[in-house]
């Protein structure tokens, strides 16, 4: 692997792309795009989590087209701190000119954001 790639960088908050939890406490939001093309074969990923209140969070990452979308990681689980960052390795392959996006549910309240970042290596 020779590049690494940044799916879902802000740069005007610097913490990532805002994945909002659902209408609802235990219930997944809408899937928040990191990437539309990924610009080589994914051989591994490391996800970037990035909190500005302390909840819990289940998170999936999924490809595929808006409203299409295949979870390829399923209820990542992430209990934070306020202003905190986790940092989760993930040895994935996702095919070349993949879509990836994220969504996410928390038990403690509702339509609250977290912020995440993906970087694909390849």
Known sequence: MSTCETCG???ANTRGTA????????VKGNYS?????TGGQYR???????L???????VD???????NEVVIVDNLAASLYDSDQIIVPLPLTIASASRI??????ADGVN???YGILYGCY
Do not use: E, N
Request: aromatic fraction near 10%; proline fraction near 2%; glycine fraction near 4%.
């Open 112 to 114: 609250i954001p977290f």
């Open 101 to 106: 996006a994220a969504r996410c549910q928390t």
């Open 61 to 67: 990452l999924a490809t595929g087209s808006a409203q």
């Open 9 to 11: 960088a802000d740069t």
């Open 19 to 26: 994945i909002t939890s659902g209408a609802a406490q235990h």
């Open 52 to 58: 500005i209140i302390s909840y819990k969070w289940l």
């Open 44 to 50: 591994f990923c490391v996800f970037s989590m990035h």
């Open 33 to 37: 795009q990191l990437i539309a093309s």
